[in-house]
């Protein structure tokens, strides 16, 4: 009963999380093909979200900004995200001197299938999104979970990566990693508890800066109203939460043979992927470039957004 009772609070909080602020529409453009949307100057508030197939699997994404802007930039979600957890003014940011591309994960969204139960099946799905898509090379964004598949995907694949960056995240075996279910589920019920998105607690500092910076973030992330993607189930959150304890278990990999370059970020106090797993990170890899944002959480790179993007701009125009 008492386990009943917490998968409750937990499924009820992941549905409630972007509900609070923003109701959900089910209107998506079916697309089978790795088209760039240019008709019209597109925002991450109203660009379309398409389908393309590959697999056996519909990944869910969303495409846009310059088509001409040279290598693709893939971006790789968090633990229980979906399309609408991204900030707007990061994708939108990079969007201008970029082409961008953010999908679903596997079971995750409106992507069907079964949700991977590994970091390495999350790569491999990346990888057949990728290819799908007919990309010969591409440059990585991964966000916390999302920056552990990035690992995943350059060591499987170095050919197909040019640059990555890699924000809130940490090695196999990192510290804290295998206990990042604890926190997430604690701060699921005392968002549940306080009628606050549970982002306000696991991704920001409590001061007054991170309070700040938390209600503008929850405030951008529910500016599109229309055609938003489908929330995470409990089940495929489960399969997530499964996958970092193994990764968090997991013999560190060799990342010194990674010669791309690679921006690490993050804040200084980062309560899911402890900020000592991002110093460890940068110096494992030999061409990496660090970026510790002050008096910020997990969500430093959403802080400080800002500063973060032009940082961005410049690391992949290099």
Known sequence: ??????????????????????????????????????????????VPTQFISAKGIHFAYREYGQQHGGTPVIFLNHLAAV??????????????????????????????????????????????????????????????????????IVLKQPQLIRKMILSGTGPAGGTGISTVGRISNWDLVRGMVTRQDPKVYLFFTRTDNGKAAAKAFVQRISERTENRDKEITISAYRSQLQALKKWGNKTPADLSIIQQPVLVANGDYDR???????????????????????DAGHGGVFQFHQDFVKQSLTFLAQ
């Not at 000592?276 to 002050?294: E, F, G, M, Q």
Request: proline content about 3%; aromatic content about 8%; charged content about 20%.
């Open 1 to 46: 009963m008492r386990d009943l009772l917490k998968k409750s609070l937990i499924f009820m909080m992941l549905t409630m999380s972007s509900s609070i602020y923003a109701d959900i529409n089910a209107g998506m453009i079916q697309n089978s093909g790795a088209t760039v949307m240019t008709e019209k100057q597109y925002q991450w508030v109203n």
């Open 83 to 152: 399309l609408d957890n991204w900030d707007p003014r990061i994708i939108d940011g990079i969007a201008a001197k970029h082409h961008v591309v953010i999908f679903d994960n596997r079971g995750v969204g409106a992507s069907t299938g079964e949700a991977a139960k590994s970091i390495e099946q999350m790569a491999d799905d990346a990888i057949t999104f990728i290819e799908a898509k007919g990309f010969k090379k591409v440059d990585l964004f991964g966000f916390s979970m999302g920056g552990m598949i990035s690992q995943e």
């Open 272 to 294: 899911m992927v402890p900020t000592v797993n991002t110093y460890d990170l940068a110096k494992r890899l030999p061409n990496s470039t660090l970026i510790i944002y002050p």
